[in-house]
């Protein structure tokens, strides 16, 4: 693996021990941040929005390097970096490519788990996700300050797909976490795990027919130029957690600990309103300028009920069955 400089970092002349930094709180701190996107994508406008909070809310020095297009790695990366303190301090994640320290948290992001925006952002804007956050904090040494999303995601794909027959069979990919399989293998397409940069690719080769996401990063990537086709299915609004290096985090000082959390909170609202808004323009856009063609799902009604058992089966074996009450009670 590359060898990366730790970016919370003391300067005064020489690098000192992240000790003194966090008793120092008027050194100069600098944070690293990591986004797959540009500038235009409602991720980076949102770390950027964090920046700014944290600035306006710190007397002390605080410097912000965020890096774009993916020049850090994909999200997999970045939850390695995150866990052992080095190149990323502080991006946006699916929960999916988290599972592989916390096997809990993709429950936040699971397929169908939220009833319509209102329900997603009662549940955002209360304490009900606390206990995935502790198992996050404990198992990764990942701290969520924030939570960011609001894309509705719809299944993409180089053939139509509108209705569950033609559902039956897809070869889709879908993210890293079981419990994304388990939900379309129960609404009998053929799901798999696949690298989201090698996506595009495998659309284009035939290895899969398409996968499922929001508007956003289908525009951004183009993905439509290998799957045109739109189905409406919208199984899942978008839960993206704004995360911190645990490592970062504690060798904050104290006021700086305060503001990043602050700022994490604000800036998750202002992300969720922001992608909850665009999520719906992007996507009339694309079909506007015909590079997407928006299909109606025919049986949505049906894959609610289907989904169901696969969902408290997966509580169940977390050992979150309550938590799972709890957020469809919210």
Not at 42 to 61: I, P, S, W
């Amino acid at each position: 693996m590359s060898i990366f400089k730790k970016t919370v970092t003391l300067l005064s002349g020489a690098v000192l021990a992240t000790s003194v930094l966090a008793s120092t709180a008027s050194a100069q701190v600098t944070l690293r941040g990591a986004s797959m996107f540009d500038e235009n994508h409602a991720y980076t406008k949102t770390l950027r929005k964090f920046a700014d909070l944290v600035k306006e809310n710190y007397d002390g020095d605080v410097t912000f390097d965020l890096r774009l297009n993916g020049e850090l790695g994909v999200e997999s990366d970045y939850v390695t970096y995150l866990n052992q303190g080095v190149a990323v301090d502080y991006t946006i994640l699916a929960p999916s490519n988290m599972a592989v320290f916390s096997p809990s948290i993709p429950l936040m992001d699971m397929p169908f788990l939220f009833r319509d925006l209102d329900h997603w952002n009662a549940v955002l804007s209360s304490d009900v996700l606390a206990p995935l956050e502790a198992e996050l904090l404990e198992k990764a040494d990942i701290k969520i300050i924030g939570y960011n999303g609001g894309g509705v995601r719809n299944i993409l794909s180089a053939k139509p797909i509108k209705d569950m027959a033609e559902l039956n069979g897809f070869r889709m990919r879908v993210m890293g976490a079981p419990i994304q399989a388990q939900i379309f293998a129960a609404l009998h397409a053929a799901p798999s795990a696949i690298a989201y940069n090698e996506v595009y690719n495998a659309i284009q080769t035939g290895v899969i027919e398409g996968f499922e996401n929001e508007a956003a990063s289908i525009q951004n990537l183009k993905f439509y130029e290998v799957a045109p086709y739109l189905t409406l299915t919208q199984h899942a609004i978008t839960v993206r957690p704004i995360v911190m290096s645990g490592k970062t985090f504690r060798a904050l000082p104290e006021a700086l600990q305060a503001a990043v959390l602050k700022a994490g909170k604000e800036a998750g609202e202002f992300g969720r309103e922001l992608e909850s808004r665009e999520d719906g323009e992007k996507r009339q856009e694309m079909a506007d300028a015909k590079q997407i063609t928006l299909i109606p799902f025919e049986g949505r009604d049906e894959m609610l009920k289907m989904v169901v058992p696969v969902q408290d089966a997966y509580a169940a074996e977390l050992g979150a069955t309550e938590l799972l009450n709890a957020i469809r009670a919210k």
